[in-house]
């Protein structure tokens, strides 16, 4: 890709991802969310598709950091000739929203992780997680909606995300290509419980289902939505009761 003239105000950047690496120049004002939207359209991505950024000034050895949603470039110590990484499908799990941290805000020194009070910052490569497994489907007392009515297949390729107010499940059509397929016209079901949530899609005789239990937090059923989008992804979007960063998906049993 050629590289735009550079201009006052504007910072040189490299941007490197999965599909190889562009150098490209922005305002060094922009913020790191405009800055995520305008790298939306270049790389093929939707306003849905989870994106996170961080960058590294100078040489290979100096410190990668997390890029700020809400400031600028320049403020935030981004310098001219940056790289930045891009993740998909990605969420930024921040060494302050850890348990250990948690548990130390709340009983200080008698906190039985206080002798780990100095944790180094994570590495950048630990700072995301994936999709995984969903818990095995078992009886509760959450209600009848939420047990298996019939043998359906497992969905077990999706992501997740949290987004503020919100923590977002996509099961898109590159990890279960015949469940997005059966979305198009099929039948859509979603069911939000407090702490549980499951998705059914169903066409002729085939059915498919992702239940997730035991969610990290409770959630406001009421103002949680879910979306189709034909042919490429089902979005759950589930509405946190409390805004609090969730660090996984789902309590350990």
Not at 28 to 38: D, F, I, P, R, V
Not at 126 to 149: C, F, M, Q, W
Not at 209 to 214: K, V
Request: with cysteine; aromatic share 6%; net charge negative.
């Amino acid at each position: 890709m050629a590289t735009a003239e550079e201009k006052p105000g504007e910072l040189s950047l490299t941007f490197l991802c999965k599909n190889g690496q562009q150098k490209r120049s922005f305002p060094a004002g922009l913020t790191g969310e405009e800055l995520k939207e305008q790298l939306r359209e270049p790389l093929g991505l939707t306003a849905e598709t989870p994106l996170a950024l961080s960058y590294q000034n100078g040489s290979r050895n100096s410190v990668k950091k997390v890029l700020e949603e809400k400031q600028g470039l320049a403020e935030q110590g981004v310098e001219d000739g940056a790289c930045v990484t891009v993740k998909v499908d990605a969420m930024e799990v921040r060494p302050e929203n850890s348990f250990l941290r948690e548990s130390i805000r709340n009983n200080g020194g008698n906190s039985y992780y206080y002798a780990h009070a100095n944790e180094k910052e994570l590495p950048p490569e630990l700072r995301y997680v994936y999709g995984g497994d969903p818990i095995k489907l078992e009886s509760n007392t959450e209600g009848d909606a939420l047990k298996a009515e019939k043998a359906a297949k497992a969905l077990t390729h999706y992501s997740w995300a949290d987004e503020g107010d919100f923590v977002c499940i996509y099961v898109s059509a590159e990890g279960e290509p015949e469940a997005i397929e059966a979305a198009k016209d099929g039948d859509v079901k979603v069911q939000f419980e407090a702490r549980s949530a499951e998705l059914r899609i169903s066409k002729d005789s085939k059915e498919y289902a992702l239940s997730l239990r035991q969610l990290e937090g409770e959630i406001v059923p009421d103002e949680s939505k879910h979306r189709v989008s034909a042919g490429k992804r089902v979005t759950l979007k589930m509405k946190k009761k409390r805004t609090v960063t969730w660090t996984r998906l789902q309590q350990s049993k």
